[in-house]
């Protein structure tokens, strides 16, 4: 059976003479695994089409549970990635987590307007990687069901205070008072935030998906947020991907 469907490739991996694999991202069928004959031979737009980071308009063969390669028509290829170590550690970072998480067979089209919407403002130079990656992180763990509690605080209900302490495992927040007046037990997952950092999140994981990057913040609110959202998702989501120490890496000797 012939298929037809947009998709994003996350991953290529070579499988000897014979071809590769590459993942996809699609609205249809979640992740996919797909088998692209004779790889070296695939020349022009195929070759460039199955690249990481293109998305393309792909015909599947789909046959005994497995899917092959048949053709397919680039829309964007995403090739500025690839000329700035940074992004392109970000970006695979991003691809990870989707392909460690979005279960097969998961019908969504949120996930992959959110990952191409974040792809293009980072190869484009539109937004700062350190920006981009909680935005990523925070909105792409709410849309798979993993939403902080973003609304007041767990004990007074005060929904503006001025400073507060976020628990990355609890997923949850108090204000500084409530906070002290708790005792809680040494709790490393814990960030203590002002309220631009808690609009921060609020904006990435409550605003309507097209306003998402029309965000400022300053330099140590996204930095304290953007350590908050990778715990967040690393602890819910259960994963720690390589790809994230190796941005770390490059961060860290930039
Ligand atoms: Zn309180």
């Known amino acids: 059976m012939l298929l037809s469907m947009k998709g994003l490739v996350l991953r290529e991996t070579p499988a000897g003479d014979k071809g590769r694999f590459i993942d996809l991202l699609t609205e249809e069928l979640g992740v996919v695994t797909v088998f692209v004959r004779g790889a070296k031979k695939v020349t022009g737009k195929s070759t460039a089409a199955t690249q990481l980071f293109s998305y393309a308009d792909f015909c599947i063969e789909h046959s005994r549970e497995r899917y092959y390669y048949q053709s397919a028509k680039p829309i964007r290829i995403f090739y500025q990635l690839r ?21 097969k067979g998961k019908q969504d089209n949120i996930v992959l307007r959110l990952i191409l919407n974040t792809l293009f403002y980072l190869a484009e130079g539109k937004r700062d990687a350190k920006m981009l990656k909680p935005l990523f992180e925070l909105r792409f763990a709410s849309e798979m069901g993993f939403m902080p509690d973003v609304l007041m605080c767990r004990r007074c209900m005060d929904h503006l205070p001025g400073n507060l302490v976020f628990s990355a495992s609890d997923g949850c927040f108090w204000c500084i008072d409530c906070y002290k007046e708790l005792n809680k037990n040494e709790d490393t997952a814990v960030y203590d935030m002002s309220l631009s950092c808690l609009e921060m999140i609020r904006h990435i994981t409550l605003v309507d998906l097209e306003r998402l990057f029309n965000f400022r913040a300053g330099c140590e609110t996204i930095d304290i947020v953007s350590r908050f959202s990778e715990n967040f998702v690393c602890y819910h989501m259960s994963v720690r991907p390589r790809s994230l120490e190796f941005y770390h890496n490059i961060e860290r000797n930039l």
């Open 83 to 103: 000329e700035n170590l940074r992004n392109l550690s970000l970006a695979s970072y991003f691809t990870e987590l989707i392909r460690m998480t979005v279960p």
